[in-house]
């Protein structure tokens, strides 16, 4: 029995003395790799973190390091399993998760990637997933990025923008108000001063990178008189493209039913300029002029309908080339499919010139539109759509 206790002793020691080997190690390697992170090297950190979590698949924090590893190599499905094992194993590793998602997500706003929109809004939504309380702290966080980022900074509205959207509409219906207010103001700090400054000028180039169609204006000071509430409607691309393509379809079917109408009625002409006896050239006369009355219906429904298909056709190509202007391209070969919405504000200014005092209407817009088949996020920036003088 005293033989089977120091046995049993002293198994437990070496026992003891393995453990330790395997925590060193495996504390080491955690350590190596946090090394590795903090300058960078996150496919060196990979390489030591797979590794290690299949020796302590029990260890939140090596699942952890490894989906951080993951999330800054662009890897986000694997980061996201990461992740959640990370939180099955250890529910306390939530908070954690939440600050790594947000971070990045900021990080990439404040670079003013908005290039990688698609992918901050998935970072949003995985934050959500994991905490839905967490709505509140995004918008909390971009309205501080927003007041971090300059005024010319597309990222600010952006932001603004977003914010919103994980607000309660009702809780935080003041904040929101807030928050519209301000961004109607930068609109018209970053867009019409902008226009009338380098109309003052004379600065034709300026002008035409700002509104869709600018027209000559004497310029001395001005005054803002009146804004409207921003609106929004669905984007109407998509509307009037099935609108002209209708339409086109159409006057291609009322073509050959014209055609027809014309045929049959110089076959009536013919039929009485070969008549040979009265009664012949009465009938084939009267004939004749049914079928030219009817011909004349025909052709003036088949010139209605052309008259439709060009101003469908006319508006579809205006809408078009206005949607280019505000998201600055004009190489989107389906651009016509992109969906989304249209936000429309109307500015009245006051104009005082050399020549005396105008009241000008400024027509704005801007497009938040998105590539369902790319599922790509298409964002415009804000436009002077039309320039109406009003007195």
């Known amino acids: 029995m005293k033989g089977f206790k120091k046995l049993h002793g002293a198994s437990f020691i070496v026992f003891f003395i393995f453990l330790l080997f395997v925590l060193g190690c495996g504390t080491k390697t955690i350590k190596k790799a946090k090394d590795f992170m903090e300058i960078g090297m996150y ?49 306390k590793m939530k908070d954690a998760v939440v600050d790594e998602y947000l ?29 839905p309380n967490a709505k509140r702290r995004i918008a909390q966080e971009l309205i501080q990025t927003a007041e971090k ?24 219906s003041q904040l929101i108000e807030i928050i519209n207010r301000k961004s109607s103001e930068e609109t018209i700090q970053n867009l019409l001063n902008p226009f009338l400054a380098s109309a003052r000028v004379k600065d034709s180039r300026t002008m035409s990178a700002m509104a869709f169609a600018p027209i000559k204006m004497d310029v001395e000071s001005w005054e803002i008189i009146s804004e409207s509430e921003e609106r929004v409607e669905p984007a109407s691309l998509p509307e009037l493209k099935e609108k002209e393509l209708e339409s086109r379809k159409q006057v291609e ?32 006369q009267n004939k004749f002029k049914e079928l030219q009355a009817t011909y004349d219906e025909i052709y003036a429904a088949h010139q209605q309908l052309q008259t439709d298909h060009n101003e469908a056709k006319a508006a579809t190509a205006r ?31 006051k104009v005082i010139g050399k020549s005396g005092t105008k009241n000008y209407k400024f027509y704005l817009r801007r497009y938040i539109l998105r590539d369902k088949i790319l599922n790509l996020p298409r964002r415009g920036r804000w436009i002077i759509a039309k320039i109406k003088k009003i007195s």
């Open 253 to 284: 079917i009322s073509v050959g039913i014209t055609l027809d109408a014309k045929d049959a009625l110089l076959d009536a002409e013919y039929e009485r300029d070969q008549a040979r006896t009265r009664a012949a050239r009465r009938a084939t």
């Open 149 to 172: 980022l300059d005024d010319n900074n597309l990222g600010k509205a952006w932001c603004l923008e977003e914010a919103i959207k994980y607000l309660d509409r009702d809780k935080d």
């Open 319 to 349: 809408e078009e080339q206005i949607t280019s202007f505000s998201l600055g391209t004009a190489d989107i070969p389906n651009i016509k499919d992109l969906t989304g919405h249209v936000h429309f504000k109307e500015v009245e200014v």
């Open 103 to 131: 971070k990045l997500a900021f990080e990439l706003i404040e670079e003013g990637r908005l290039e990688s929109e698609r992918k901050i809004l998935i970072l949003f939504d995985q934050i959500i997933n994991l905490n």
């Open 43 to 91: 496919k060196e950190a990979i390489f030591l973190l797979e590794k290690e979590v299949l020796k302590h698949p029990k260890n939140a924090e090596v699942h952890f390091l490894l989906g951080k590893a993951y999330l800054y190599t662009s890897e986000g499905e694997k980061a996201k399993v990461s992740f959640d094992r990370a939180v099955k194993v250890k529910i």
